[in-house]
């Protein structure tokens, strides 16, 4: 359970590091990518992109599991599963149905509109991962510190 719950801190961390850095950086950035380069910039930005998230989103879910699984008695490992699963929620309802055919749309055309509906909303997702990261490291307190 140990290994698992600390892994599971460690790729949480990670993402919130990324969609942090996405927020922040990535997606602000498209605005300064001239013209001339920015489709093939933005194809490479989505297909290295999509490459270096979904394979810790899929480490993550797995750990969430494992932890419930082992510690089916605690509330926060329910909440934490619950705040995962609204993030993976949010991802295919709305991130996905939003920024796909905006992503499609950059790349046919830079446009300064679409960037900004792409910062807009992947707010949400940048909130619950955080929240989420505070809530695995109150996990891992209450597990190994106080040993409830």
């Given at each position: 359970m140990e290994i698992l719950l600390l892994t599971q801190v460690a790729v949480t961390w990670l993402l919130v590091g990324l969609i942090w850095?996405?927020?922040?950086?990535?997606?602000?950035?498209?605005?300064?990518v001239p013209t001339a380069i920015f489709a093939p910039?933005?194809?490479?930005?989505?297909?290295?992109?999509?490459?270096?998230?979904?394979?810790?989103?899929?480490?993550?879910?797995?750990t969430a599991l494992g932890v419930l699984i082992q510690a089916p008695h605690l509330f926060l490992a329910w909440f934490n599963g619950g705040l995962l699963g609204l993030i993976w929620l949010v991802t295919v309802?709305?991130?996905?149905?939003?920024?796909?055919?905006?992503?499609?749309?950059?790349?046919?055309?830079?446009?300064?509109?679409?960037?900004?509906?792409?910062i807009?909303?992947?707010?949400?997702?940048?909130?619950a991962w955080t929240l989420r990261g505070g809530r695995v490291l109150v996990l891992l307190w209450v597990l190994y510190i106080i040993k409830y």
């Open positions: 850095m996405i927020q922040c950086v990535q997606y602000p950035c498209l605005r300064i910039y933005h194809q490479k930005h989505v297909r290295n992109m999509t490459a270096v998230v979904v394979p810790p989103m899929l480490l993550e879910g797995g309802a709305i991130h996905t149905p939003i920024h796909t055919p905006i992503h499609l749309r950059l790349r046919e055309r830079r446009s300064e509109d679409l960037i900004q509906k792409l807009w909303f992947n707010w949400i997702r940048t909130v």
